[in-house]
Nanobody, 126 residues
Framework: QVQLVESGGGLVQAGGSLRLSCAAS????????MGWFRQAPGKEREFVAA???????RYSDSVAGRFTISRDNAKNTVYLEMNSLKPEDTAVYSC????????????????????WGRGTQVTVSS
């Protein structure tokens, strides 16, 4: 099991940028496929971005071209760079991890992940 802690959330104006971090402990993240999900008030949690163990990425249509997921294995941390933020991006953002073998496969369903962080709040004002 890997422990995940998100940081980097906050309040930003529309059009601004934030970088979220997901720091892991307990296991090396290089052995995990990673994902970012978000949950807005009154809505179900939704997929945002995914990263395979070898660097393949996948994004939801709503964030493609604006968000970038990446990892730094030396720091055991995964990032979500968010640009051109919109009020509809307001949500609690959580990272998730799935232990997998060396693969290009990415995962976009909550049920495919084993470990979760508690989340960080992102608020985008208009």
């Amino acid at each position: 099991q890997v422990q995940l802690v998100e940081s980097g959330g906050g309040l930003v104006q529309a059009g601004g940028s934030l970088r979220l971090s997901c720091a892991a402990s307990g296991r090396p993240l290089s052995n995990y496929a990673m994902g970012w999900f978000r949950q807005a008030p009154g809505k179900e949690r939704e997929f945002v971005a995914a990263l395979s163990t070898v660097g393949s990425t996948r994004y939801s249509d709503s964030v493609a071209g604006r968000f970038t997921i990446s990892r730094d294995n030396a720091k055991n941390t995964v990032y979500l760079e968010m640009n051109s933020l919109k009020p509809e991006d307001t949500a609690v953002y959580s990272c998730a991890a799935r232990s997998v073998l060396y693969t290009t496969q990415t995962f976009s369903r909550e049920s495919e992940y084993n470990d979760w962080g508690r989340g960080t709040q992102v608020t985008v004002s208009s």
